[in-house]
């Protein structure tokens, strides 16, 4: 009985602890952008297969892990095809990702990309920044090095 029970308590943690990933229409993503819950919002759009968004991601997992303290919200924002939801899951899993993950299905990326910001050509990875108090904003449309992500979080911060 007592395997059975660790058994069964294994198997719910596991469960529990993977993430749920959405698949979202920019509407959603829309009020990311309005949302005041924090004072700082990082928004990084990325894709399963972008090799430099894959190599900047545990610089943005370390901000979301310190985010109790920084007060900053953390969302990723995957560009993947919404039938590749299961690859966006099993990456996340393997990769232990903790901050939110949304899949966008809005491939209509002309109607978009000008909401994000005016001067993103539609590359990624690409990184929004936003102070919900005072309205200032960051766009980097690059990969992100180390200690990048901290000063652009200070620039906006003041």
């Known amino acids: 009985m007592t395997r059975i029970l660790a058994l069964f308590l294994l198997v719910t943690t596991s469960a529990l602890a993977q993430q749920e990933i959405s698949i979202?229409?920019?509407n959603t993503v829309?009020?990311?952008l309005d949302d005041k819950s924090a004072p700082?919002?990082?928004i990084n759009?990325?894709?399963t297969w972008c090799a430099p968004c894959v190599k900047e991601l545990p610089?943005?997992?370390a901000i979301n892990e310190q985010s109790?303290?920084?007060?900053v919200k953390v969302t990723l924002i995957s560009l993947d095809f919404a039938d590749k939801i299961d690859k966006v899951k099993s990456f996340v899993k393997l990769k232990k990702i903790?901050?939110?993950v949304v899949l966008l299905d809005d491939i209509d990326y002309n109607s978009w990309i000008d909401k994000i910001d005016k001067e993103w050509?539609?590359?990624i990875p690409a990184t929004l920044l936003l102070n919900t108090k005072t309205g200032k904003r960051k766009f980097i449309e690059k990969e992100l090095v180390d200690g990048e992500l901290q000063t652009l979080i200070k620039e906006i911060k003041e």
Do not use: D, H
């Not at 109790?68 to 007060?71: D, G, N, P, Q, Y």
């Open 30 to 32: 829309q009020k990311l």
């Open 121 to 123: 050509s539609g590359a």
């Open 98 to 100: 903790k901050s939110t």
């Open 68 to 71: 109790a303290e920084e007060e």
């Open 45 to 47: 759009f990325w894709a």
């Open 59 to 61: 610089l943005i997992e």
């Open 40 to 42: 700082i919002q990082i």
């Open 24 to 26: 979202v229409k920019f």
